[in-house]
């Protein structure tokens, strides 16, 4: 199976943190990178960044710089999204998704695989 699940989304206050996590087949590995967007309501869904499996490059949306950190566990097929100093304008569904081959991978054209999505709240 090809499988990727999202957990640790919630309701945190603005300036605070929040860790995602993104559980993966062991089969995504062969995926050149992981990526995680993020959609708010009447939104588009929008690129927030990306690493590489084998090298653990990263790449982020300027929106997001500075703020979120990706990181990969390559042993447990895991990836996660360090949020910090969070604001209500992150407020969104969170997905992460498998991309193939192209770097950074920054539309939705370029991921194959896709999770549910987590719900991140941040009020104000």
């Known amino acids: 199976q090809v499988q990727l699940v999202e957990s640790g989304g919630g309701l945190v206050q603005a300036g605070g943190s929040l860790r995602l996590s993104c559980a993966a087949s062991v089969r995504i590995i062969s995926s050149r990178a992981m990526g995680w967007f993020r959609q708010a309501p009447g939104k588009e869904r929008e690129f927030v960044g990306a690493?590489?499996?084998?090298?653990?490059?990263?790449y982020y949306a300027d929106s997001v710089k500075g703020r979120f950190t990706i990181s990969r566990d390559y042993a447990k097929t895991t990836v996660y999204l360090q949020m910090n100093s969070l604001k209500p304008e992150d407020t969104a569904v969170y997905y992460c998704?498998?991309?193939?081959?192209?770097?950074?991978?920054?539309?939705?054209?370029?991921?194959?695989?896709w999770g549910q999505g987590t719900q991140v709240t941040v009020s104000s």
């Open positions: 998704a498998a991309a193939g081959t192209s770097w950074p991978p920054t539309v939705r054209s370029e991921y194959d695989y």
């Open positions: 690493i590489s499996w084998r090298g653990g490059s990263t």
